[in-house]
């Protein structure tokens, strides 16, 4: 992964620190989102992220739906997008949970349904 421009050429010590910046953004990311179920907005807000070496040194499923925008207005009206779009899919889940249940005359499969909202 490289923070400089194409053809430049990095020491040692420069290709050891971007190894270590690179574990801790990846770590950050897995804080972020623990399993399946999870999701989280991201916002590497450095433009060295939208370089081809630097996406390549992220984690193979954020970096297939990373989203590369020159300025912050397109980013916010991605991730409201983004987050009403998941709480659709939770409201969803939720609905059909209550259906089953009611049909199921109030057994349940103890599955757990969470909402939580998130607000810009």
């Not at 620190?17 to 623990?34: D, H």
């Not at 081809?52 to 193979?60: A, F, K, Q, V, Y």
């Not at 916010?76 to 779009?85: D, G, P, Q």
């Amino acid at each position: 992964a490289s923070f400089l421009p194409e053809g430049e050429v990095r020491s040692p010590g420069q290709i050891y620190y971007e190894s270590l910046c690179f574990k801790a953004v990846n770590q950050s990311i897995g804080r972020a989102i623990r399993h399946s179920k999870d999701y989280a907005v991201l916002i590497l807000a450095d433009h060295r992220y939208s370089r081809p070496n630097s996406i390549s040194s992220l984690p193979g499923w954020i970096a297939r739906h990373l989203k590369v925008s020159a300025n912050f207005g397109p980013s916010l009206a991605s991730i409201r997008k983004f987050l009403s779009m998941r709480k659709q899919v939770e409201a969803d889940a939720l609905k059909i949970g209550t259906q089953e249940n009611a049909l199921s005359g109030g057994k349940t499969d103890n599955t757990t349904y969470s909402h939580s909202e998130s607000s810009l």
